[in-house]
């Protein structure tokens, strides 16, 4: 059985919330409780995004009558949203848009090995 929890347009570019993804991909065996633990120990603000998403993903887990010992990550990825439009202005009445990104980012558990 799975579970997922899905936020969309987090102000926190893709990027930066791939790295954060892949340390967990790398370094753990996509556990749910080691992923947290690594979480709560990064203080950058996508590790806080992430958690809670990771909480929210769980939450749906426990609702679904799934065990939360046993709870696996099965998918974790961060796509590009919609791009926030903002201007900076030059020299000689000129202006320079930038982008601030988004993140599309997906948790989905199971409970199976």
Known sequence: MEAKAILKHARYS????RKI?????KNYSY????ALAVLKL???????ILEKLL???IANAIQKDMKDDSLRIKELKVDGGPGIKRMKPLSMG???VMKRRTSHITVVL???K
């Open 14 to 17: 893709p990027l930066k919330m």
């Open 21 to 25: 993804i892949n340390g967990i991909k």
């Open 31 to 34: 556990n749910v409780s080691d």
């Open 42 to 48: 990064d203080v950058t603000k996508g590790a806080r």
């Open 55 to 57: 909480n929210s993903a």
């Open 94 to 96: 000129r202006a320079a």
């Open 110 to 112: 199971t409970d199976e």
